[in-house]
């Protein structure tokens, strides 16, 4: 017997052709009949649609004032809530006490309450830790009939314009709702491929024909799961439970863009989120190691899990790595000594008992076309 | 053709065995990015582990089918990996064996065999 949650597009999916495979108790499609390379290379070159249903779609109602809902929400954050403009999203990191990564999101300001998008494997807990903190401003209301589609790509304005007018003027992490056959779509721009493109949220009974519509239009073809992991790794995006987790602070997965002046020593509301104390510190003085992009010399593959020396020295482990399609070569991020975190910095990775050259190198692999 | 039931294809070529991967394994894999082959004049047990491939996702080891020695590996996928998803069965072979007695073949399975054993 299976435990596996089917997506609200699980027909489509099997219609076209996808191969299932579990991901965070979720049958997800991993990959299309054209596969993860074509797929990946089709992304960058046209557009791809992406399931990410799976994620976690939560509201938070404010009880009292809006501004009573932000100041909370950045109790459990290194983050500038409070400066948010409505209409306007923001990347987010739960912390724990001891300055370790909860989960990583995506929150928006939509006026009245705002939006929050959470990974799929960390929803439950992140909203328990929302009740259990934020109980008091606001009802936690976790969105349970909608499904979420990611667009992305270079055809992805043209495409969704045709169904949405309204999307063309968006700029990277506006968020808007925006009408389609009488439905209300929450659409956001933005995505997690380093590709300029939105993310979608319809009500479940309209996501068929909806998805059906987007994959009509001239160069959109749906994508797995396979490729949404090689394009954000070539964007140098963490991975949450990979490349970042609770053993992860902020500023050692190199982060600290998230980390807004307001919330940093000598900032106006400084600190008052869970582990200030370490990330506080490690913002002044530096972490002991680094989140650092590699690539290997050779044509190998690194993997997770890969250890990493300087010299004779244990210096790290790689998080995430495989191929690159666009780089054309294998590629990798992974945590190393600051010391041997500079770029060009020459390491070896232990590969099938031998010790392989790899080079630190700048992140991202391939260059972000975000719509700024 | 004989197959073996980690999907290898060995094919006799004169007095040597080449051997390489079925389009079923091949389409499994998915695009394959890399390929590590053996050293020619190398020694091999069945079992061993001679051969890394790595596609867009993984890893996989492909096994020695037969006791011999690798005398030709195909160094063509050092440069073409993809020549593996492309014509497993042709261009896409691995390396070529040489065994001490030929009809231990005759204990693998044939065509149909393997086509039952896949489905």
Same mark, same amino acid.
């Given at each position: 017997?299976?435990?596996?949650?089917?997506?609200?597009?699980?027909?489509? +999916?099997?219609?076209?052709?996808?191969?299932?495979?579990?991901?965070?108790?979720?049958?997800?499609?991993?990959?299309?009949?054209?596969?993860?390379?074509?797929? +990946?290379?089709?992304?960058?070159?046209?557009?791809?649609?992406?399931?990410?249903? +799976?994620?976690?779609?939560?509201?938070?109602?404010?009880?009292?004032?809006?501004?009573?809902?932000?100041?909370?929400?950045?109790?459990?954050?290194?983050?500038?809530?409070?400066?948010?403009?409505?209409?306007?999203? =923001?990347?987010?990191?739960?912390?724990?006490?001891?300055?370790?990564?909860?989960?990583?999101?995506?929150?928006?300001?939509?006026?009245?309450?705002?939006?929050?998008?959470?990974?799929?494997?960390?929803?439950?807990?992140?909203?328990?830790?929302?009740?259990?903190?934020?109980?008091?401003?606001?009802?936690?209301?976790?969105?349970?009939?909608?499904?979420?589609?990611?667009?992305?790509?270079?055809?992805?304005?043209?495409?969704?314009?045709?169904?949405?007018?309204?999307?063309?003027?968006?700029?990277?992490?506006?968020?808007?709702?925006?009408?389609?056959?009488?439905?209300?779509?929450?659409?956001?721009?933005?995505?997690?491929?380093?590709?300029?493109?939105?993310?979608?949220?319809?009500?479940?009974?309209?996501?068929?024909?909806?998805?059906?519509?987007?994959?009509?239009?001239?160069?959109?073809?749906?994508?797995?799961?396979?490729?949404?992991?090689?394009?954000?790794?070539?964007?140098?995006?963490?991975?949450?439970?990979?490349?970042?987790?609770?053993?992860?602070?902020?500023?050692?997965?190199?982060?600290?863009?998230?980390?807004?002046?307001? =919330? =940093?020593?000598?900032?106006?509301?400084?600190?008052?989120?869970?582990?200030?104390?370490?990330?506080?510190?490690?913002?002044?003085?530096?972490?002991?190691?680094?989140?650092?992009?590699?690539?290997?010399?050779?044509?190998?593959?690194?993997?997770?899990?890969?250890?990493?020396?300087?010299?004779?020295?244990?210096?790290?482990?790689?998080?995430?790595?495989?191929?690159?399609?666009?780089?054309?070569?294998?590629?990798?991020?992974?945590?190393?000594?600051?010391?041997?975190?500079?770029?060009?910095?020459?390491?070896?990775?232990?590969?099938?008992?031998?010790?392989?050259?790899?080079?630190?190198?700048?992140?991202?692999?391939?260059?972000?076309?975000?719509?700024? | 053709?004989?197959?073996?039931?980690?999907?290898?294809?060995?094919? *006799?070529? @004169?007095?040597?065995? *080449? !051997?390489? $991967?079925?389009?079923?394994?091949?389409?499994?894999?998915?695009? $394959?990015?890399?390929?590590?082959?053996?050293?020619?004049?190398? &020694? !091999?047990?069945? @079992?061993?582990?001679?051969?890394?491939?790595?596609?867009?996702?993984?890893?996989?080891?492909?096994?020695?089918?037969?006791?011999?020695?690798?005398?030709?590996?195909?160094?063509?996928?050092?440069?073409?990996?993809?020549?593996?998803?492309?014509?497993?069965?042709?261009? @896409?072979?691995?390396?070529?064996?040489? $065994?001490?007695?030929?009809?231990?073949?005759?204990?693998?399975?044939?065509?149909?065999?393997?086509?039952? &054993? $896949?489905?």
């Amino acid at each position: 017997m299976s435990d596996l949650k089917l997506l609200g597009l699980d027909d489509l +999916h099997r219609e076209l052709g996808a191969r299932m495979v579990p991901f965070a108790g979720y049958d997800m499609p991993v990959q299309y009949p054209m596969g993860v390379m074509a797929e +990946h290379l089709h992304c960058r070159a046209s557009a791809g649609l992406f399931d990410v249903s +799976h994620m976690g779609q939560v509201i938070l109602q404010p009880k009292g004032s809006f501004e009573a809902l932000a100041l909370g929400f950045e109790s459990l954050m290194p983050v500038d809530v409070l400066s948010l403009a409505p209409g306007r999203q =923001r990347y987010g990191l739960f912390t724990n006490d001891a300055g370790g990564i909860l989960d990583d999101l995506m929150f928006a300001n939509r006026g009245d309450h705002m939006l929050v998008v959470v990974n799929a494997a960390c929803k439950t807990a992140d909203i328990a830790h929302m009740k259990a903190h934020l109980s008091d401003i606001c009802d936690v209301i976790p969105v349970n009939n909608r499904a979420l589609l990611a667009l992305q790509g270079p055809l992805a304005e043209t495409a969704l314009a045709r169904l949405v007018p309204g999307v063309a003027p968006m700029r990277f992490m506006d968020v808007a709702v925006l009408p389609w056959q009488d439905t209300a779509l929450w659409i956001s721009r933005s995505g997690y491929t380093g590709e300029d493109g939105y993310e979608i949220s319809v009500p479940d009974v309209l996501a068929d024909r909806f998805a059906r519509a987007l994959l009509a239009m001239p160069g959109v073809a749906p994508i797995g799961l396979g490729a949404r992991d090689s394009l954000r790794l070539e964007a140098g995006l963490c991975l949450y439970g990979h490349d970042i987790d609770t053993a992860t602070s902020p500023v050692e997965a190199g982060l600290t863009w998230a980390i807004q002046k307001a =919330r =940093r020593t000598d900032g106006i509301r400084e600190g008052g989120f869970p582990g200030a104390a370490r990330i506080l510190t490690e913002l002044f003085t530096g972490p002991a190691r680094k989140r650092v992009g590699l690539r290997p010399d050779g044509r190998a593959p690194m993997r997770e899990g890969t250890a990493l020396f300087h010299n004779e020295t244990s210096t790290g482990t790689i998080t995430s790595g495989g191929f690159g399609p666009s780089v054309g070569a294998p590629i990798a991020m992974g945590y190393v000594d600051t010391g041997h975190a500079a770029e060009g910095t020459a390491l070896l990775a232990e590969l099938r008992g031998k010790r392989l050259p790899l080079t630190v190198s700048p992140l991202p692999f391939h260059p972000t076309s975000y719509k700024r | 053709m004989k197959y073996t039931e980690d999907h290898e294809w060995l094919r *006799v070529e @004169g007095d040597l065995v *080449v !051997v390489g $991967i079925t389009e079923h394994a091949a389409t499994q894999l998915g695009d $394959i990015v890399f390929v590590e082959l053996p050293e020619v004049e190398t &020694m !091999v047990a069945e @079992g061993d582990e001679v051969v890394v491939i790595e596609s867009v996702k993984a890893a996989s080891d492909i096994l020695a089918p037969l006791d011999g020695e690798i005398v030709e590996v195909n160094d063509k996928l050092t440069t073409k990996p993809g020549l593996v998803n492309e014509d497993p069965t042709g261009a @896409g072979w691995f390396f070529k064996m040489q $065994i001490d007695d030929l009809s231990v073949l005759d204990g693998l399975m044939d065509e149909d065999e393997y086509l039952e &054993m $896949i489905g």
